[in-house]
């Protein structure tokens, strides 16, 4: 907790769009609060003035970060340079551990007042990669909050104070909880970073037409799209057959509530379908070789959060060179079937109890506890 008389002035960072959604929910806790930092478009909604596009920062996978590293580089020392300049009470990163992490040690390793705080939000997966990492987060953070009360301990036992506030995406999503349907959407979500996208779109392309041509004529192909994304997915099914819907992705919720079956990236979308009981295929395809570090440092069975929560497949998931249309297709087949769809919503009711803590909405645990 961070008491003072005057405001506070807070450096918040998010890198990507679930990080984005939250790091506004927290701003608009803290009215009275000064935020400067990096966001997308709900942070600027809620205020913030970004000192570069979020966008530079959206990129995932080994590989994929060393492709942008000069990038990434600019945009790590820019960012040290504002927060030495703005001299912030408290450093708020979220999520984007390996931008975060830089920015705090730079900051750090320059000289900093001591009154200045560094918290971070989103535990890394040390359940999923080992431990060590949660001895390094002790060494740079000061505070971090955790989604999960199981995620406490790993980082607690190296001195680091840890707060469990509950999934922000359990937050007001009871609302658009679906009831079974005989519906016709099929919804695709090709992920919110530009290098997911450019490795699902065309692998979507061909489970549509594969779709179309095998008789299923009257589904509908409806496709969420972010900011980040948005115009080069328009100009890529220019040239598709059939041409799925694009929607904004600030009326995902409302699709999700009305779709049949899902596609989807993995990431914070499917642990979204889980909480509204919507049926889904994960899949992901990753550079070559980060797909066989994955394979070879990863200490869980799955990819999906829902999976992992409840220690069991309940998704089924795509991954690598599973991530194809005949897989897809095969699996779309399969949920059409009414025993198949009966379990796997069974499963979903089954999950609800771990996505909430304590019923409070995680952006008023992180405000309050900042705040007091």
């Known amino acids: 907790m961070t008491n003072t008389k005057k405001n506070l002035k807070i450096f918040i960072i998010a890198g990507e769009v679930s990080g984005d959604v939250l790091g506004a929910k927290i701003m608009h806790e803290m009215p009275k609060v000064e935020f400067v ?5 709900n942070m600027i909604e809620a205020g913030l003035h970004p000192i570069f596009p979020m966008s530079d920062l959206s990129v995932m996978g080994i590989v994929e970060v060393l492709a942008h590293a000069k990038t990434l580089k600019q945009r790590i020392n ?39 705080k560094f918290y971070h939000v989103v535990a890394p ?63 695709f979500v090709p992920g919110s970073r530009m290098s997911e996208v450019k490795k699902l779109l065309p692998v979507f392309k061909r489970t549509i037409d594969m779709i179309y041509r095998n008789g299923y004529q009257d589904y509908k192909f409806v496709i969420p799209v972010v ?34 079956i899902a596609v989807v990236a993995s990431g914070t979308v499917s642990a979204e379908l889980a909480i509204m009981h919507i049926p889904a295929i994960v899949v992901y395809k990753m550079n070559p070789i980060t797909s066989l570090l994955a394979h070879i440092l990863l200490r869980v069975k799955w ?3 829902v999976n992992i929560l409840m ?16 897989e897809i297709i095969n699996w779309l087949q399969q949920l059409t079937l ?25 952006a008023t645990c992180i405000a309050k506890d900042i705040i007091g």
């Open 303 to 305: 990819a999906s959060l």
């Open 125 to 187: 997966q040390v359940w999923a990669w080992g431990e060590k990492r949660a001895k390094k987060y002790a060494k740079i953070f000061d505070k971090l909050y955790a989604f999960f009360d199981f995620e406490i301990p790993y980082f607690t036992k190296y001195g680091l104070k840890t707060i469990a506030v509950g999934h922000p995406i359990a937050d007001g999503l009871d609302k658009y909880k679906s009831n079974e349907k005989s519906g016709k959407i099929i919804t």
């Open 37 to 41: 930092g990096i966001g997308g478009a």
């Open 338 to 362: 009414p025993m198949v769809r009966k379990q796997m919503l069974a499963d979903l009711k089954s999950a609800d109890k771990k996505w909430v803590y304590n019923g409070k909405k995680p």
């Open 78 to 116: 820019q960012t040290i340079a504002e927060i030495l300049k703005e001299k912030p009470d408290i450093v708020l990163t979220i999520d984007s551990p390996g931008f975060a992490k830089s920015v705090v040690q730079g900051v750090k390793k320059q000289g900093i007042s001591k009154r200045t």
């Open 311 to 326: 220690n069991k497949t309940i998704y089924p998931e795509l991954l690598g060179k599973h991530a194809n249309e005949n």
């Open 227 to 260: 900011e980040t994304t948005e115009n080069y997915i328009k100009n890529q099914i220019q040239n598709w057959n059939i041409k799925p819907q694009l929607i904004p992705a600030n009326q995902r919720y409302d699709l999700y509530a009305n779709t049949y």
